[in-house]
T-cell receptor
C-alpha cells in the first residue's frame, strides 16, 4: 500500500526561527494536504495543494506540491509559541483510493519562547 | 456552530462490551470517514461513506460496523471490545470523494480496560 515518510519526526526551535518539514511518498498523489493537530483536538487543515509544482501560502505557512507528485514540503516562517503541535502531511491518490487520505507519521513541533 | 461533531469525547469501557460513537456534520458534505489514531499518533482510515454508501473499508475487523442513516450522519458501532481497540477515533467529512479537503471532528478517546 501507499506509504508516506514524513520528516523530521520532531523539532525543537526558538521563537522566531523558520521551520521546514517534508513528506515523500512511494507512489504518486493527486492531492497533498497539510494539517495541524493540537492536544485533545482533531487535525485542522492548513493548506491544500492540487497541482504538481503548486506553491501555496497561508499567512506564515508555505507549502509546495513536488513536481514528481511524490513529495511535498511545509515551511513556517518566524515561528511563534502557538505554532506548537503535531503537523501531518496527507496525500490522496486517484483510482480505487478515491477520497482516501494517507497520512504521514507527523512532525512534533516545540517552540521555545 | 461545530462543523463535524462526534460524541462522546471520552469513552471508558470494559473488554467485551459493545459501544457506539456518533458523528454528525453540518457542512452539507457527501462523504464521511472514520479514522483511527493510535498511541503513536498515526492516523489511518477505517471506513468511508459517500451518500450513505460504503466506498472504503480498510481491512477493519468485523467487530467494527459503520452505519450511515443519512449523508449527514455516520456512526461507528464496535462489538466485543478488545484492549487493542483503545485509540482516538476521528470522524471526518469532505465535499465529495473527489475532494481531499477532509474536515475532522474533535475525536473520541476510547479506552478499553
Amino acid at each position: 500500500g501507499q506509504q508516506l515518510n514524513q520528516s523530521p519526526q520532531s523539532m525543537f526551535i526558538q521563537e522566531g526561527e523558520d521551520v521546514s518539514m517534508n513528506c515523500t511518498s512511494s507512489s504518486i498523489f493527486n492531492t497533498w494536504l497539510w494539517y495541524k493537530q493540537d492536544p485533545g483536538e482533531g487535525p485542522v487543515l492548513l493548506i491544500a495543494l492540487y497541482k504538481a509544482g503548486e506553491l501555496t501560502s497561508n499567512g506564515r505557512l508555505t507549502a509546495q506540491f513536488g513536481i514528481t507528485r511524490k513529495d511535498s514540503f511545509l515551511n513556517i516562517s518566524a515561528s511563534i509559541p502557538s505554532d506548537v503541535g503535531i503537523y501531518f502531511c496527507a496525500g490522496r491518490a486517484g483510482g480505487t483510493s478515491y477520497g482516501k487520505l494517507t497520512f504521514g507519521q507527523g512532525t512534533i513541533l516545540t517552540v521555545h519562547p | 456552530d461545530t462543523a463535524v461533531s462526534q460524541t462522546p469525547k471520552y469513552l471508558v469501557t470494559q473488554m467485551g462490551n459493545d459501544k457506539s460513537i456518533k458523528c454528525e456534520q453540518n457542512l452539507g458534505h457527501d462523504t464521511m470517514y472514520w479514522y483511527k489514531q493510535d498511541s503513536k499518533k498515526f492516523l489511518k482510515i477505517m471506513f468511508s461513506y459517500n451518500n450513505k454508501e460504503l466506498i472504503i473499508n480498510e481491512t477493519v475487523p468485523n467487530r467494527f460496523s459503520p452505519k450511515s442513516p443519512d449523508k449527514a450522519h455516520l456512526n461507528l458501532h464496535i462489538n466485543s471490545l478488545e484492549l487493542g481497540d483503545s485509540a482516538v477515533y476521528f470522524c471526518a467529512s469532505s465535499q465529495d470523494r473527489g475532494h481531499g479537503e477532509a474536515f475532522f471532528g474533535q475525536g473520541t478517546r476510547l479506552t478499553v480496560v
